[in-house]
């Protein structure tokens, strides 16, 4: 008897969980008596009128018995004969052993397949795992669905640092590890009101922006250091510090301030040098003085802020071009920025610059009488860092 199809068992079957369509598909279809198509033999298997009156007589049971008389009545199925060759029956029941054992696999991959997509659906990227649902009948465990995923194109697109890290002899980090970075930036670029462009996600849920921080090991403290740092202390701060940090470092222009902050290849320890030399220069040019790259960065190394270069040169400035005046009135050697940032900033050298600068001064107190503006003024003043 041929096999036929019945929609109703089918229908039945997924209702109940016990198959998907696809499955169903997959083995050839479903008949009436509850048989696959790819394990349907006519010569043992109940044909639908002998299946509809074994389920009237007794259910379950008695379809078992009426399935058992009929593959006892197969040639051999008695069990004499001996031949070499092996019996209709032996056949049979090698065949549904077979297909027993191919839908325990089955089953098991469904599990695994189950588990791994309810595991990435948590990170809507159940998209993923689904193209591994051929696999299915081979019964793979879930480590190899997981094997079998990140080859896939669209898992190392999705996780596309991964590979970076491992060619920079990093270890790759889980799919948690990984979205738990991308959150992290994401919540500092958006906490510090960087545009959407540096975290817009695509179909994917990649934020390729993100790569190149997590590529680069970069910790999300880190990354918040670097923010900072371009915005506090160089986009917010005074014009002169962004202006000095183009004239010392011309490879970074204005508008890419926060972009060269931002890349991972650069370090933060150099980073960090290059906006304290900044602000340091700035502080000079804001109190109308020179400054260069080479003096800033030295002056940095001796332990200069910010705030105290401001102060300092605030000092300087005051001061600096009537001590130069008086220099050359007295035919002194002459007294320049860098004689009076010695002093100011507490370089070595800073005994030597006091002394000339008091030697200047004691030769005007010397010709009037100590009534000079300069005695009272920026230049008479002896504590360092007020000048």
């Keep these: 008897m041929a096999f036929v199809r019945n929609p109703a068992q089918e229908a039945a079957a997924i209702a109940a969980g016990v198959a998907t369509k696809a499955e169903i598909e997959a083995r050839g279809g479903i008949n009436a008596s509850g048989y696959y198509g790819d394990s349907y033999n006519p010569q043992a298997n109940l044909t639908d009128a002998e299946y509809a009156a074994a389920v009237a007589e007794g259910g379950g049971a008695a379809v078992n018995a009426a399935t058992a008389a009929k ?96 060619a920079s002899g990093l270890r790759a980090l889980s799919e948690a590890e990984y979205l738990s970075l991308e959150d992290g930036y994401q919540s500092i670029m958006r906490n510090y009101g960087l545009p959407a462009s540096y975290y817009t996600k695509d179909d994917m849920g990649r934020q390729a922006g993100f790569e190149k921080f997590i590529a680069g090991d970069v910790s999300p403290t880190e990354l918040e250091d670097r923010v900072v740092l371009a915005q506090q202390r160089v986009l917010n701060a005074a014009p002169e510090v962004t202006t000095a940090l183009k004239q010392f470092y011309p490879d970074i222009t204005n508008g890419e301030i926060l972009a060269y902050t931002l890349d991972p290849s650069k370090g933060l320890a150099d980073i960090k040098k290059k906006i304290t030399a900044a602000e340091i220069g700035g502080a000079a040019l804001g109190a109308k003085l020179g400054a260069t790259v080479g003096r800033a960065e030295e002056l940095a190394r001796y332990g200069v802020t910010a705030e105290s270069a401001r102060a300092g040169f605030g000092a300087i400035g005051g001061g600096l071009e009537r001590g130069s005046q008086l220099a050359s009135i007295y035919q002194q050697q002459p007294y320049t920025q860098t004689l009076a940032e010695e002093e100011v900033f507490n370089l070595p050298g800073q005994t030597d610059a006091q002394r000339k600068r008091k030697k200047i001064i004691g030769l005007e107190q010397a010709e009037f009488a100590g009534q000079t503006g300069i005695t009272s003024g920026a230049l008479g003043r002896e504590r360092a860092g007020s000048f």
């Design 71 to 166: 593959v006892a009545k197969l040639p051999g199925g008695g069990g004499g004969g001996g031949g070499s060759s092996r019996s209709a029956s032996e056949e049979y029941l090698a065949q549904q052993a077979a297909s027993a054992e191919a839908e325990k696999k089955r089953r098991a991959g469904q599990s695994a397949y189950d588990l791994l997509l309810a595991e990435f659906n948590q990170y809507g990227l159940g998209s993923l795992v689904e193209p591994l649902k051929g696999l299915i009948v081979s019964g793979p465990s879930e480590a190899e669905l997981t094997l079998a995923l990140r080859q896939t194109d669209a898992y190392k697109k999705r996780f596309a640092a991964n590979a970076q890290r491992l």
